[in-house]
């Protein structure tokens, strides 16, 4: 998107065929409370909150770049673990599962799950679901995590929050979650609740 009215086009139109702050937030890859104001203010109303917008369609939208985006991401993965010291002889592999994260990171999962031989799984976060008390969960079509590693995939690493709910639902199901790829940090972490994260770029506000 190449302005901010533009951007509060979209989120409005987004929001008008009844998608969610958190649904819009996942779609545009944008914190919560800048979509909150992309809906309620006008241009020069209020103070923009700090945050950066990321547009990656131009890899999204297209199936090679796709594929070639999520190969980058498992040699990331195996990269930052050889520079670590942990893809040593007996240390396992690649992990035997990769959870995409809905949305955006079950087409990468998917794809680095099949390009590794491992099994995959979809995380549906908290955030996305509905009822009185609205939990995350795993798509049960697809692998579970009881005593197996785990792989986390996402496209944008906003706030941790998302990420974080995984971690402690694949702990609480009795899987190990050996790490974190995505292909961009805008928060500039190293790991998140003790899962190493990787990404391919990270994205860094200087004021």
């Known amino acids: 998107m190449s302005s901010l009215e533009e951007l509060i086009t979209k989120a409005r139109l987004l929001h008008s065929e009844g998608r969610s702050t958190s649904q819009i937030s996942d779609e545009l890859s944008l914190s919560a409370e800048t979509v909150t104001w992309l809906l309620t203010q006008q241009k020069t109303g209020g103070d923009v909150p700090k945050d950066v917008l990321i547009d990656w369609s131009s890899i999204s939208c297209d199936s090679n770049n796709l594929c070639l985006a999520a190969s980058m991401m498992a040699q990331r993965y195996y990269f930052a673990r050889e520079q670590a010291g942990l893809n040593s002889e007996g240390s396992g592999g690649f992990p035997d599962v990769v959870i995409g994260i809905a949305h955006s990171g079950i087409p990468l999962a ?31 079509s697809f692998a579970g995590v009881s005593n197996r590693s785990c792989l986390i995939v996402d496209d944008v690493v906003t706030t941790g929050n998302t990420i974080t709910e995984t971690i402690e639902y694949i702990r609480k199901h009795g899987g190990e979650p050996l790490g974190i790829v995505v292909l961009f940090d805008k928060r500039g972490l190293e790991e998140i609740d003790g899962v190493p994260l990787y990404s391919l770029v990270r994205v860094e506000r200087i004021d």
């Open 110 to 140: 998917t794809l680095i799950a099949g390009n590794e031989g491992s099994m995959f799984a979809m995380f549906h976060p908290r955030k996305h679901a509905q009822g009185e008390s609205p939990a995350g969960s795993l798509n049960s």
